[in-house]
C-alpha cells in the first residue's frame, strides 16, 4: 500500500505522527514537552536527536509501529514518495512516479535525486532496456554524462545473516489471518531471489488459516527452487505438533504444513512417522517422502562478493523485512568500544520502514554513547529514505556517486 508523510494517501504501518520539535534539555534528562510549543525557529542542524526519548521506539510493545520525528523539510516530494515506497516493496508505483516526475521536469535542484533514484531502481529490478533509453535521454537533456550499468553479481547465501539482510523475514506472535503482511513479503522474496531467509524462533502460536498462507509459499519457493534458510523451524513445527491429535480430523493445513516443514528441514523420519499419523487421521494414502538437497546452514557474516575483508567495517547486506529487535545488536556489539563506526551500505539492496525505524533508534543510542556514525554508499532510494526518517540527523550519510 503507498503511502507518504504529507498526507497525499493514508498512511500504512507503520504509522509516523509528527510532532513539534522542541529543543532537547542537556543529557541525560529526558525532553520534557512544552505545554504549548511555539512554531520552532530554529535551524535543521540544531535539532537534538540525542537526548533519550527524543526519538521514541516501542518495538516490543507495539511491533512495526515507530514514533519519531520528521526531518524530511528539504526533500522534494516526489522522492519522498518514491523511497517510501520502495521501501514497502511497491517497485512499479514507485517506478512510475520517478518516471512521471522525469517526464514532466521542473524538478529543479531536486531533479538530479530523482534521475539517480530512477536509474537505481532501474538497475535493481533488472531493467536493461529502460535504463540504457533514459541514459541516453538524460544525457541529451541535461548535457551530462549518465550513469552506467552494472552487471548484478552471481548471488550467493548472502552476507549480514545476522543483521536481518539477504532477504530476510521474520514470524512474531500468531502465525494467522494477521500474519498476511509477512507472508506477502515472503512471497515477494521467493519470486526473486535464490535464497530467502526466514525466522519462526518468536512464533507462539499457530492456526489452520496463518498455515495455509504460509504453506502456499513454501510450496511456492519449491517449485522456484528457492532456498528457505530457516532459523526456529522445529519451534513452528513444535506449536504444529501441539495443535494436531492422531484420530482427530480437523485442521487439515496444519498437517500438511507439518510435513512441509520436515521436508524442507530434511527430516526424513519424523515426516514419515507423522506422514502415517495423518493418513489414518485421514484415511488417505500417506504422503511421499521426496529426496532433497539439505538444506545450507547460514555461515555468520560472510564476505561480501567483490569486497576484501576489513574488520573495521560493518557491512549491511541483501533485503531488510520487517527487522526485530535483535536485528541490529551485532552492529551494537561491533561498535563497543569505538569512538568511530564504519557501516557499508554497499551490498543492501533495500531496507523497509520498520527495520529502518529500528536502525534510527540503533544510531540514536550509538550517539548518546559518544560514537560518530558514517554510513556509506547507500543507493539512491535508500539514502533518499535516510532522509525522509531523519538518519543523517544521527549520522554523517555519504551519497553513493551517480
Known sequence: MAFSLFGKKP????????????????????????????????????????????????????????????????????????????????????????????????????????WAMLFDLYQLTGNREQFDRRALEYSMKYEKSPPTWVEPARQSLGPALTTGGTAFVSFAGLLGESADKTVRQLEKIVAGNSVARVDFGKLQAVDALGAELLLKVMKAARKRKCELVMSGAEKLAELLRGKIEVGRREDEMLWMLLLELYQHMALQEPFEEWAVNYAITFEVSPPSWENRPAPKKPEPMPTPQGHAVDPDVFRLAGEMYSAGSDAFRQLIDFATGREQVLIDCSDLRRMDFVSAGLFLNTLTNLQITGSSVTISNPNQLIFSLFGVLGINQVAHVERRKF
Open 11 to 114: 498512511p500504512p504501518e507503520p504509522a509516523i505522527k509528527k510532532r513539534t520539535p522542541v529543543p532537547a534539555p542537556a543529557r541525560p534528562a529526558a525532553p520534557k514537552p512544552a505545554a504549548e510549543p511555539a512554531p520552532p525557529k530554529e535551524e535543521l542542524e540544531s535539532l537534538d536527536f540525542t537526548a533519550p526519548g527524543a526519538i521514541e521506539v516501542h518495538a516490543e510493545d507495539h511491533p512495526g509501529q515507530f514514533e519519531i520525528r520528521e526531518s524530511s523539510d528539504t526533500l522534494h516530494p516526489v522522492v519522498e514518495e518514491a523511497a517510501i515506497l520502495f521501501a514497502n516493496g511497491q517497485d512499479e508505483a514507485a517506478l512510475a512516479t520517478l518516471q512521471s516526475a522525469a517526464d514532466a521536469g521542473g524538478l529543479g535542484p531536486a531533479a538530479d535525486q530523482v
